[in-house]
Each structure stands twice: as C-alpha cells, then as structure tokens.
C-alpha cells in the first residue's frame, strides 16, 4: 500500500501533477507473485485525481505516457509475476478534462477490470456524477451524472499507446449534458 503517490505529467509542456492519489494499494496471491501459476491481481485506488488537458497547440498532457523516454527498449528489471486478470476498484475519485476553455470533472467511483483470457479492458459504474463548464468561470457550471455506466476498450495496438472504446460495447445514460455528437 501507497499513500500520497504524484505523478507528473509526461508531456513537459503541461505544468501541475497528472496524478494525486490518496491511496493506492495492490494484492497479488502469492503463487502468482512468486511466478508459479496465474493469478487474479486486486488494486485499489482510493483519493485519486486525474488531471488531462489539451493545449492550445493540439497537444494533450498524456503524450507519450505509456512511452519513457528513459527507458527506451531495456527490459523490465525485476521479475513478473502471473497474473491472469485484474481488477481496480476506484474510490473517491475523479478525472478533470481540459480541452478549449472548457472542463469537465467527472467523479470516478467504478471498477476497472481485465478479465482472464479476454483482450479487452472494462469500466463499471452505477453513477459517474459530473460537471461541466467554462475554465475561467467555475460558479457557472451545469452538473449532471452518467448512469448506469459500462465501458469496454481495447488495448492500443502500438507499444505504450493508450486503449480505444470499442463500439457497441459501451453504455451510458446521461443527464445534464449541454454538448451532443
């Protein structure tokens, strides 16, 4: 278990942290610890908060995230332990997105989970509460919640990209929202 973890943005253009995270915590059976069978891993994060923008210039705070620059194609310095599938539980947490003077903080308490022998990632939520609105003027936010949620995203194909929605595969219904598409 972690407490008050930060982690910095990868894209050096974006000042702040795009991580704060209260609690986070990891349990692994130890057979699939010490390598010897698969092993279903539980992760908890508790107190975090995202924080993903775009600049003006196109660019997004989360290039090259999974991609660092250190650590070019060396491999990975320890031993991997099995693990067959995953699940994340999110507690008290949220993501802030940033894009043309706008945000939208979006509460995140769901499961994150990646189930054995499948290739795709899931998000579960009952209730994702939100609001929505201009950056410079926060009193003037319109609030709203995406209910029930369920998400499903494939792994990006290139080494270190991040994962895509999959189409027909996800669900929300949301109140509130002032955009359409």
């Not at 899931?122 to 201009?134: N, P, Q, V």
Request: proline share 9%; glycine share 10%; aromatic share 10%.
């Amino acid at each position: 278990v972690l407490y008050n973890t930060e982690i910095e943005h990868p894209n050096p253009v974006f000042p702040g942290k795009f991580a704060r995270i209260g609690r986070m915590g990891a349990w692994v059976p130890p057979w699939a610890l010490s390598g010897l069978l698969p092993g279903q891993a539980e992760l908890l994060f508790q107190g975090m908060h995202l924080s993903v923008e775009q600049s003006q210039f196109g660019e997004w705070s989360l290039d090259g995230f999974m991609r660092p620059l250190a650590a070019g194609n060396n491999p990975f310095p320890f031993f991997k332990p099995k693990i067959s599938g995953w699940t994340a539980d999110l507690r008290d947490s949220s993501l802030s997105l940033k894009r043309r003077g706008y945000e939208m903080i979006l509460d995140l308490n769901s499961e994150l989970f990646r189930r054995p022998g499948r290739e795709r990632i899931g998000l579960r939520a009952e209730k994702m509460d939100f609001t929505f609105g201009r950056v410079d003027n926060p009193e003037n936010r319109v609030a709203g919640s995406a209910e029930p949620v369920s998400l499903h995203m494939q792994p990006a194909a290139e080494r270190g990209g991040l994962p895509h929605l999959l189409p027909g595969f996800c669900e929300a219904r949301v109140k509130n929202l002032p955009v359409s598409t």
